[in-house]
């Protein structure tokens, strides 16, 4: 399944409580289900990661469930940019951030 955001085709949205490493480079957006719409909360990169707590032991988590309602309802989709710099990534991040102004990047 595939979710499009601004022009980008992001993999997912799956289950934040399904996801398990590895993951490659890549933006990836979290949302919140409310019945069939998704919300964004929430959109960053990441370098390459094989750890099992990268999303829980975020920052921003504490955020995510907040605006979520629990760690149930939250989604995951992933933009993968395989071999791109970080650079790239950030440029997607605030494209899409501009746009949709997720709850939890607006907070600081």
Same mark, same amino acid.
């Given at each position: ?19 398990? =490493?590895p ?8 949302f ?11 959109v960053?990169?990441?370098d ?31 933009? =993968? ?20 102004? =997720? ?6």
């Open positions: 399944m595939t979710i499009q955001i601004l022009h980008y085709e992001f993999l997912g949205p799956i289950k934040l409580s399904e996801w398990g =490493p993951m490659e480079e890549v933006v990836y957006v979290l919140s289900r409310i019945k069939d719409a998704f919300n964004i909360l929430y960053s990169e990441s390459k990661t094989n750890e099992a707590d990268f999303f829980t032991k975020n920052e921003k988590f504490k955020c995510w469930v907040s605006h979520g309602g629990s760690y149930e309802n939250l989604y995951l989709a992933i933009y =993968p940019m395989w071999g791109s710099q970080k650079e790239g990534r950030e440029q997607i991040v605030k494209k899409t951030v501009t746009r949709y102004m =997720p709850i939890c990047n607006m907070e600081s």
